[in-house]
């Protein structure tokens, strides 16, 4: 173990783009005792001036600083012996007080404890003769390091211990056993919030070299080893194919996480910047639910359908949005807007009749699509085409209505949907004459599991309970994944965004943000960044 007296270092070598969690070391310092002279001062040796060297040698140890010394030995084996030893008293040595001495010499000079920045040691051969070993003598220095600083590549001090290292046992101090059975003192040191700034750039995978260096006052065995290191990989993601997405309508878009040269591990966060300035207005739902392919409603001047939506976000009504299809010739259909009413012991819900006020939207003419080929058959073939149906004013709503179609001309077929666990309850479906009297649909039709009406319902949600106009939700194929779905309100000019994977194992190379937006809008993501584990 390589012996440090007045600092000692420790080199890191982290990727730039890491973001640190954790990083600890642990700092060690002990009474240097036994150390070689030219590991701790300089020797300059010439020949003694002195009375009673003569013939021998003198050697004069510079600490360079006040070191605090017990005793001096001579190399084992060495043919030459230490007659005296004088301290430095600022000027000049003390030789009216030798500190040790020994007319006949002996290998070892132990002295009372003294504290000064020179010594000089008279030996008893020329400085030819000892010159060769003399740097290899030893100097015992018993005293606790004093005034611990840690400095992060060279800077200011980070991590400051006052006065002489604490005890085990006081402080966070503690003797630990190293392998091969040394005991060191230490105590461990928390960097990160000096760290983890240093580092976390997602644009670069280059080696970033961190060193924590040990400095002390009154030196000791000093040492700097590594702790606890945690730390995750922020990679920056390419919004393709443009950073701006751009929603007609409500719906989604999906944006890769997978990176060509990225880390193959686990995802742990994503972290996005949004900037949008959207329309008061809301879709609810904003997508889905999926489509029914066994079975739709099939709808002319002499039939009609309505769907009960449990309104419980919107104040009111501009607009539906149906996903409806003309046969042969086209059609022209409207929608209107009919009250809840409870019925029967127990209450049931109902449709009732229209709501007061202008609840019948604008008629809107729908294009005949190109023959279809084994009718129903080939539903799941076809792509939905959303009709949009606007009020001529917003209707307020204090509750559940019905949202009956009529169709003025023509034959239209609106498809039904399957209701999954994350769509909510289904929204019951009643069938009858355009007035009325309403009835359910067929046993048969009921069986199909989560049937329900399938529609989008624009509006303005209430002042006091505002409706957030986007939705994240991060996706992942190996393991099947889906986060929870977390609402989002941007703003022109950007909001942060950190969403945190709480599902383990989810493989960033295999995942993909669900960008969800409840308004026809534009939302710019200047910045897409992934974290994950690192390898």
């Known amino acids: 173990m390589p012996i440090n007296i007045s600092s000692a270092s420790l080199t890191l070598n982290l990727p730039a783009n890491a973001l640190v969690r954790s990083l600890k070391v642990n700092v060690q310092a002990d009474p240097a005792g036994a150390i070689k002279l030219n590991e701790v001062s300089q020797v300059r040796l010439q020949a003694s001036a002195l009375a009673s060297g003569q013939g021998g040698s003198s050697a004069v140890i510079d600490f360079g600083t006040p070191i605090t010394a017990i005793a001096v030995q001579v190399p084992n084996g060495a043919a030459y012996k230490i007659k005296a030893v004088y301290r430095w008293q600022g000027d000049s040595f003390d030789f009216a007080h030798?500190?040790?001495t020994n007319p006949?010499?002996?290998?070892?000079a132990v002295f009372p404890e003294v504290s000064t920045a020179r010594l000089q040691v008279e030996l008893s051969q020329t400085p030819a003769q000892v010159q060769a070993t003399v740097?290899?003598?030893l100097v015992y220095l018993p005293s606790v390091p004093t005034d611990l600083e840690l400095r992060v590549n060279g800077d200011a001090v980070v991590w400051r211990y006052p006065?002489?290292?604490g005890a085990p046992g006081v402080d966070g101090w503690a003797t630990v056993t190293l392998s091969g059975g040394l005991q060191v003192t230490q105590k461990e040191v928390d960097?990160?919030?000096v760290v983890a700034p240093m580092l976390g750039n997602p644009d670069s995978f280059a080696v970033t070299k961190v060193t924590v260096e040990l400095r002390a006052r009154i030196p000791g065995r000093l040492a700097v080893v590594a702790g606890t290191i945690d730390y995750d990989l922020l990679e920056k993601i390419q919004v393709q194919p443009d950073s701006n997405l751009v929603f007609e309508q409500e719906g989604d878009l999906n944006l890769s996480l997978s990176l060509a040269t990225g880390a193959s591990t686990a995802l742990k966060e994503v972290w996005l910047t949004m900037a949008s300035a959207p329309p008061k207005e809301r879709g609810i739902p904003p997508v889905g639910p999926d489509r029914v392919t066994e079975v739709e409603l099939v709808l002319d001047?002499?039939?009609s359908a309505c769907v009960r939506f449990p309104e419980d976000t919107l104040a009111d009504l501009t607009a539906v949005r149906l996903p409806l299809r003309a046969l042969e010739g086209g059609a022209e259909v409207r929608a209107q807007l009919l009250a809840n009413v409870?019925?029967?012991n127990p209450p049931k819900d109902e449709p009732g009749p229209a709501l007061d006020g202008p609840s019948v939207s604008q008629p809107v003419e729908l294009e005949p699509p190109p023959p279809l080929r084994g009718g129903v058959v080939s539903a799941p073939f076809l792509t939905d085409d959303w009709t949009l149906l606007s009020f001529i004013k917003a209707v307020p709503i204090k509750g559940p209505v019905w949202i009956s179609l009529q169709v003025t001309r023509g034959t239209v077929r609106w498809s039904l949907a399957k209701f999954g666990a994350g769509d909510g309850p289904a929204y019951p479906v009643r069938r009858g004459a355009p007035t009325g009297p309403w009835l359910e649909l067929p046993q048969a039709v009921l069986a199909i599991p989560g049937l329900g009406g399938r529609l989008h319902a624009l509006g303005h949600p209430p002042k006091a309970e505002p409706l957030a106009p986007l939705q994240l939700q991060v996706n992942g194929a190996i393991p099947p994944f889906a986060s929870p779905v977390t609402d989002v309100t941007p703003t022109a000019k950007g909001v942060e965004v950190k969403l945190s994977i709480a599902t383990p194992g989810v493989m960033a190379q295999w995942s993909w943000l669900r960008?969800?937006?409840?308004?026809a809008t534009t939302v710019t993501i200047p910045s897409l960044i992934r974290v994950v584990a690192k390898p």
């Open 163 to 165: 006065g002489p290292r």
């Open 191 to 193: 960097l990160t919030e």
């Open 98 to 100: 030798p500190i040790y």
């Open 104 to 108: 006949d010499g002996f290998p070892i």
């Open 342 to 344: 409870l019925v029967g």
């Open 135 to 137: 740097e290899s003598s």
């Open 515 to 519: 960008v969800i937006s409840l308004s």
């Open 301 to 303: 001047s002499g039939r």
